[in-house]
């Protein structure tokens, strides 16, 4: 079974508007850790935000927040006010477990179009 | 400044000739890793270290080979490549402890072998 998935393989959206991106996890560990990173064209990994299992409250950045709905094991990223900069690949990610076998699992991508 | 740097970025070679992809960090990191990347696929690891002189597999290790003896650097090396390890590899470090760590990534290293 997929541990992480992303359902959603491209989207467009307006430039100035704001943009949900889906991932669902699958895991049985109560400890792990979701992040989002971001592949522009040139093929960067740019790490955008993390949310804890643990975590109260749903992880901000800028203009980046994550939709953490952990009955539903759903961490969406909402990217608020749209640039054209934000066209990329988007990647959701998984940590499982707190020992030291630091693995990120990836899911297949999400690639955004922000449109002028 | 901080980074992790990857040699060569872009790499074409033939099936059978040995190849390394350097990896080297400046960030005191213990924890080093190798992913590759495919379409549709994401990005799946392939061997990963803990510290000098501790490495373990990943998901996809078939044809690789790795090694840790210094704590900045964490080469990839393959014996003998095939076209089906034609990819974008990504090494990666962090520290070892802490809940959210983020991996640092190098810039990618496109490799095709004919």
């Known amino acids: 079974a997929q541990k992480i998935t992303q359902t959603q393989p491209g989207m467009f959206v307006q430039e100035k508007e704001a943009v949900t991106l889906d991932c669902t996890y699958d895991?049985?560990?109560?400890?792990?850790?979701l992040f989002w990173y971001k592949q522009p064209s040139s093929g960067e990994m740019i790490f955008l935000i993390y949310?804890?299992?643990?975590?109260?409250q749903n992880a901000t950045e800028g203009r980046y927040s994550l939709n953490f709905q952990k009955a539903r094991k759903s961490a969406n990223l909402v990217i608020s006010a749209s640039q054209l900069g934000d066209s990329a690949m988007y990647f959701c990610?998984?940590?499982?477990?707190?020992?030291?076998?630091?693995?990120?699992?990836f899911g297949s991508g999400t690639r955004l179009l922000v449109r002028p | 400044e901080a980074q992790v740097t990857q040699n060569p970025r872009y790499l074409i070679t033939v099936t059978g000739k040995k190849l390394t992809v350097t990896c080297s960090q400046n960030?005191?990191?213990?924890?080093m890793s190798w992913y590759r990347q495919d379409p549709g696929l994401g990005l799946r690891q392939i061997y990963y270290?803990?510290?000098?002189?501790?490495?373990d597999k990943g998901d996809v290790p078939e044809g690789y080979k790795v090694s840790r003896k210094e704590k900045r650097n964490f080469p990839l090396i393959l014996e003998s490549p095939s076209p089906n390890q034609t990819s974008l590899y990504f090494c990666?470090?962090?520290?070892?402890?802490?809940?959210?760590?983020?991996?640092?990534f190098g810039p990618g290293t496109r490799l095709t072998v004919l």
């Open positions: 960030m005191n990191h213990e924890y």
């Open positions: 990610a998984m940590r499982e477990g707190m020992d030291s076998s630091y693995k990120l699992i």
């Open positions: 949310q804890g299992s643990y975590d109260q």
């Open positions: 895991t049985s560990d109560p400890s792990y850790g």
């Open positions: 990666a470090s962090s520290f070892e402890t802490g809940d959210d760590n983020e991996q640092f």
């Open positions: 270290s803990m510290n000098v002189e501790v490495t």
